[in-house]
């Protein structure tokens, strides 16, 4: 989608050149989880990309396939119940669904690391920050305990934890929240993988202590010139960080838009409806917009458009037919760069 | 840490007493008299009866013969058997050794072979082995252990003559095998069980995905992740089970005639000598809080999210 | 159960959690009741596992309620003549011969028919016992906590230190008429703590579940939160932990038998035919073979059952 051409004399950090370019290709993504309740089809088709240096936002409800789609790439998905009918993952010009479990674990942590959501569950309780830090070099790269635990206070003092080499043998949850997520960001830049995968990750923090964590992110992506994919539902964090944005509903992404674009013109009534439900203050006194309905049942998920239900704007059409995702153009027919829309009305809905 | 010892010693204190005073009551209260059962089916001679009784204190009232025996015991006097006039000391510092080590043997059995068939079958849950281990255990809980005895003596002594069907030496390590082997069977399935169902719990953790997505290999997955944060139930059991191992052996130790602490309960249930029983159940009793109190300490060094204040 | 030491199935998971700093909190995580116990319901219809220990336990209570249904033999008398005669039949099905003759000619299988309502009884019977008993102590211990906890808590420990069997046997071998009512008497007796243990856990960590407080809020007295709102979401532990104990206590009476300390002689349970057969086990397997087999069966059912119920009640092992 967007290019981002870098002048070849801008030196990417410790790994030379190689951090340029595509990084990651997901084609025609397709997910589903077998039940006993029957066939949850959790991801239908997606398509998105990301470059060195580059941010995603992957936005959307809970439901929406985008932390699946992020596990399906990390390879983390369980499997059965859960099962890739079809699509490809192509990272680095390899398609990452052809692999061995070998080799992808060889990509995993080194190549593409993830933050979660809740640090707390998510490290290990039993088992000392530092150790679970510098686990990191010694299965990858086969470093002693001694010299890992050294790198361990190294990464925790890059993500500005205070009296790291104190706090090295400490346990997670001697922690606070935000700390704990620190340490998150650290184990997944550990060996300064290509790409990072944040599902969340500030979400089960206090607001205060979300921006800090986002800028730090932010900040060592820069550093490292990395991609990263940034999965949330919370728009206000994406303006900042994204430089664009795929929204996903039901399983498919319903727009892809540069970020500052997409929250002046959307070009599908879900993302004007997400837009809309954002609280204003210069709008004080009136109402405050919701989207109509619920989520989708995944097992069932509606014919035609998945959004008919509760599109304001929904047709007779919307309901038998599923929009493909067409590029946006502008009235005039010329091309809006990285715009597109799965919207049969998407001409009304950015111009009208 | 001392003062969480020092309150749990102090809690021990009123449970002691309960427990010993609880098995007193029971042995002694219950109809049936150790006195009169000298005489066998003869008819008893009254006089000398009340004589005995007399002695020994057994006409005094219940609780001031507890009272008697709890001094005798802080004194080392566990009091003499009523058939043989023997110090119920010696009897239990014979028997001990032997059932310390057939315990010994049969909990190693159950720590290595249970855990190792736990985390088998969680790991690999809902396949063949996983299927089998899970049956295997079903079937050693629900068929009674004394088939079981009697079975592999058979079997293994009799038939085929892999091992001494009674054992003669009860230092002989090999002689041993196999009642430790009967012994510890069933704690061996539930090691397995409990181990499998909380390998099955956790391996669906967050940090169990977490370390997945670090690209670790499995087996460090299992042996670093899994397995330490999957025993902190087992340890409860396994350290509970010491205790039971050594006191009760009682059916292992009749079938393949071992002359440890299981045997000595055995005969002094049969001859109602409620001396030995309380004795014994005494020793238990210490072997058990001391090592509940051991596991709870265990406890803070698997799991570093308890603190003892 | 090898061991005197070991109360059965004391040891099973939700225990072995329980005893230190609260983690027992955690042994009966519980949710919403009714929707719990209907998707469990619609995920055990779906297991076979649940079916066919289901349907064997209903056997079982079929063949304990109305033996007469089975067979015409009467499994006290025995003719002599028919002295372990031949071995057992096994095309006859449902006739005298169908599993053979013991030492005294006595049909084995009108033995092994007529014998299932003792053993069934004493099941039954201790885990009621247990579970009405374990359970009340638990809930008041778990609920009231402070001073009642501490109280109830220890008298648990005080009876939980006495070995279960070595207990059983010392009670059991001052009466001489061991009747079904003895027998399950002596092992409620001590078999309660295991029951208690687990009510407190699956109550402590009820009460403080946030619907328990939102009654609370709105002013629901003491027994309208315990009976209405705890119990009902505390008991699925308790169910778990009685079913399989069911099993256990039915190879408790079974081993009582063998120490000489189960049934009066006189009485038929597969118990004292276990016990009995032990004798003639090396010429005359199927002595054995028949009884404890049926024993086993009907352990493992209710082992098997309480499994499904654990399994189709926590979503962590689904």
């Known amino acids: 989608m967007t290019i981002i051409d870098k002048p070849a004399d801008v030196p990417a950090p410790r790994s030379g050149g190689e951090k340029s370019g595509r990084l990651l290709d997901v084609k025609d993504l397709h997910v589903e989880f077998h039940t006993r309740d029957g066939v949850v089809k959790a991801v239908n088709g997606v398509n998105y990309s990301v470059d060195a240096g580059e941010t995603l936002a992957v936005l959307g409800e809970s439901g929406s396939g985008k932390s699946v789609t992020a596990q399906a790439i990390m390879g983390i998905l369980d499997m059965p119940p859960g099962k890739i009918p079809q699509g490809e993952i192509v990272f680095r010009g390899q398609d990452m669904l052809k692999m061995s479990n070998e080799e992808r674990r060889k990509v995993r942590g080194r190549k593409i690391a993830m933050i979660f959501q809740d640090a707390l569950s998510s490290l290990n309780p039993v088992l000392s920050v530092g150790y679970q830090l510098g686990e990191m070099f010694r299965v990858h790269e086969g470093m002693s305990r001694k010299q890992s635990k050294a790198k361990a206070v190294e990464l925790m003092d890059r993500v500005k934890i205070p009296a790291a080499k104190e706090r090295v043998n400490d346990y997670p949850h001697q922690f606070s929240g935000g700390m704990r997520q620190r340490i998150m960001i650290a184990m997944a830049l550990a060996l300064e993988p290509d790409l990072i995968i944040a599902d969340e990750p500030t979400t089960a923090l206090d607001v205060t202590v979300q921006a800090q964590v986002m800028d730090l992110l932010a900040e060592l992506q820069r550093e490292y010139n990395m991609g990263l994919i940034l999965i949330t539902h919370d728009l206000g964090v994406v303006a900042d960080v994204a430089d664009k944005i795929a929204v996903m509903y039901a399983g498919r992404i319903v727009e892809t838009a540069p970020v500052h674009e997409l929250y002046k013109r959307p070009a599908h009534p879900y993302t004007r409806g997400l837009l809309d439900s954002i609280p204003r203050l210069d709008q004080k006194g009136s109402e405050l917009y919701a989207i109509k309905g619920l989520p989708p049942n995944l097992l069932k998920i509606p014919s035609g458009c998945a959004f008919n239900p509760r599109c304001p704007k929904a047709q007779d059409i919307c309901r038998t037919e599923v929009p493909p995702l067409v590029p946006v153009t502008e009235r005039d027919g010329t091309d809006l760069a990285g715009r597109g829309s799965a919207c049969h009305f998407w001409k009304e809905t950015i111009h009208g | ?309 | ?318």
Request: aromatic content about 10%.
């Open chain 3, 1 to 318: 159960m090898p061991d005197l030491m070991k109360s059965p199935a004391a040891d099973e998971p939700e225990v072995a959690l329980a005893p230190p700093s609260g983690k027992a909190a955690e042994a009966g995580e519980v949710g919403g009741a009714r929707s719990l116990w209907g998707d469990a319901w619609r995920d055990l219809r779906r297991r076979p596992l649940f079916v066919i220990s289901g349907l064997l336990i209903l056997l079982v209570l079929l063949v304990s309620a109305f033996p007469g249904l089975f067979t015409s033999a009467d499994p006290g008398s025995g003719d002599l003549t028919n002295n372990f005669l031949g071995s057992p039949q096994l095309g006859h099905f449902f006739q005298d011969d169908w599993f053979g003759y013991d030492r005294q000619g006595r049909s084995i299988y009108a033995r092994v028919v007529f014998g299932a309502r003792n053993s069934v009884m004493v099941g039954l019977g201790v885990t009621l016992l247990v579970t009405v008993f374990g359970g009340l102590v638990g809930m008041l211990a778990g609920y009231f906590g402070g001073f009642w906890d501490s109280l109830l808590s220890r008298i648990t420990d005080v009876f939980f230190g006495i070995p279960f069997l070595l207990g059983a046997m010392v009670v059991l071998n001052a009466f001489t008429d061991r009747d079904v009512w003895v027998i399950t008497g002596a092992l409620a007796f001590l078999g309660w703590t295991q029951i208690a243990r687990v009510m407190r856990g699956a109550v402590i960590t009820t009460k403080h579940a946030d619907y328990v407080m939102a009654a609370k809020a709105l002013g629901a007295g003491t027994k309208r939160i315990l009976f209405r709102h705890v119990l009902p979401n505390a008991v699925a532990p308790v169910i778990v932990v009685a079913t399989i104990a069911l099993g256990t206590y039915i190879v408790a009476e079974s081993t009582l038998s063998y120490l000489g300390l189960g049934f009066a002689s006189d009485a038929v349970s597969w118990g004292a035919d276990i016990s009995d057969a032990t004798q003639d086990i090396r010429n005359n397997p199927h002595t054995l073979i028949f009884p404890a087999g049926m024993l086993s069966i009907t352990v493992l059912a209710f082992i098997m059952l309480g499994d499904a119920v654990r399994e189709a009640l926590d979503p962590k092992l689904r």
């Open chain 2, 1 to 309: 840490m001392g003062r969480y010892v020092a309150r749990r010693l102090l809690q021990m204190i009123p449970v002691f007493i309960g427990t010993t005073l609880l098995i007193f009551l029971m042995v002694n209260a219950l109809p049936g008299d150790p006195v009169k059962a000298l005489w066998g089916d003869k008819p008893p001679d009254p006089a000398q009866v009340a004589q005995i009784k007399h002695d020994r204190g057994l006409d005094l009232p219940l609780w001031e013969q507890y009272l008697h025996y709890m001094k005798g015991l802080f004194q080392g006097d566990f009091g003499n058997t009523i058939a043989g006039n023997r110090p119920i000391l010696d009897e239990i510092t014979q028997a001990f050794p032997v059932s310390m080590r057939l315990a010994a043997m049969a909990w190693t059995f159950e720590l290595v072979v249970g855990i190792t068939l736990g985390v088998i079958a969680g790991v690999r849950r809902g396949r063949i082995i996983d299927t089998t281990v899970t049956f295997f255990t079903l079937i050693v809980i629900s068929v009674p252990i004394f088939v079981f005895g009697l079975g592999f003596q058979l079997i293994f002594g009799n038939e085929l003559g892999w091992v001494k069907p009674t054992v003669q030496d009860s230092e002989s390590f090999q002689q041993l095998m196999l009642p430790a082997l009967v012994l510890g069977l069933v704690g061996l399935a539930y090691v397995a069980r409990l181990t499998r169902t909380s390998i099955k719990e956790n391996r669906s953790a967050d940090y169990i995905r977490t370390a997945v997505a670090k690209g670790l290999p499995r087996r460090r997955i299992i042996s670093r992740h899994l397995l330490r944060n999957s025993l902190i139930p087992v340890v409860t059991y396994l350290g509970t089970d010491i205790g039971a191992l050594m006191g009760g052996a009682v059916i292992t130790e009749g079938i393949f005639n071992v002359s440890g602490v299981g045997n000595l309960l055995y005969l002094g249930i049969s001859r109602r000598e409620g001396a030995v029983i309380v004795g014994i159940v005494t020793v238990l009793v210490i072997v058990y809080l001391l090592a509940s109190l051991l596991v709870d300490l265990l406890y803070a060094v698997l799991d570093p999210r308890i603190r003892y204040a």
